[in-house]
């Protein structure tokens, strides 16, 4: 496994039933939210994306015969957002998402380690920006859950074709927020799911966190997770993606964007905390980074 080169966090999938509601959840927030996304297998999308590269996917069923044809066909993005939906309901946070350059080259490792969740899958939709600019973006996936999970599942991303569009007006968030800097996952055996996440992101466990080049994953029993943050987690003993920690430049400004959207939040030390709501399957939490 790798000593350097750790696969950087690419984005965050989170199942939600309805774009519109997800949509005006995330901007009560005070999220600027993209023009929706649609997939040529039947699921949509209605991304926020932020400056350090990262974004929040939201993802929706907009065409149920296509998802099921995808489904039948063996997409392993369409079943996977399925079983997550069948199990833990139509809200939620199912997957974490790893940069690559060589999708192919994860897969391998994935099948190697026994942790392939199916074969890889390549695909291309178009993109708008705020200003109704378009482009095609292209990507490759490479899957990775492990044995017998439900709950998540981690892939690496690789980007065939990026957009050649101006993110600068979707990045400019009311609440101040420039990235995410950790992730966090629930597991009654914390070290029995680590190796996953690890080998998903080539890369080495630390305790039980695996360092990115952008963040960290941490996984942490319900009982560490509510006394870091002040809220409830299922116990369970498989791996559950939970909450969302994000970088702000300003408290102040935060904390009055949320208010502004008449959100419910919490002040918890550093951090200020929301729970999850419809729109928002993940609590996130708003940290000052210095």
Known sequence: MTRNSAHPLDHLVLPTRNLDAARS???????????TGIHPFGSENACVFFADGTYLEPLAVGNEQAARQAISAGNVFIARDRLFRERLGE??????VLGTGNADADHMRFVEAGLSAGDTLRFSRAFTDANGKSD?????????????????FLFACERVNAPKIDR???????????????VIAVSDAPPAQIGLVAIAADAKADGDAVRLPNGVLSIVTPETYAQRFGLA???SPHLRFQAVVFSIRDKATAAHALAAGAIDHDMNGSDIVVPPAPG??????FREIP
């Not at 809200?91 to 974490?96: K, L, N, P, Q, R």
């Not at 490759?140 to 859950?145: E, M, N, S, W």
């Open 91 to 96: 809200e939620g946070f199912s997957a974490v």
């Open 168 to 182: 600068k007006a979707l990045q400019a968030h009311a609440n101040a927020v420039t990235g995410i800097v950790e």
């Open 25 to 35: 959840r995330l901007a009560s927030l005070g999220f600027v939210v993209a023009p």
């Open 280 to 285: 928002q399957g993940a609590a996130f939490i």
């Open 233 to 235: 987690a299922e116990p």
């Open 136 to 152: 095609t973006a292209s990507f490759k996936l490479a899957f990775a859950a492990g044995k017998g999970a439900t709950d998540a």
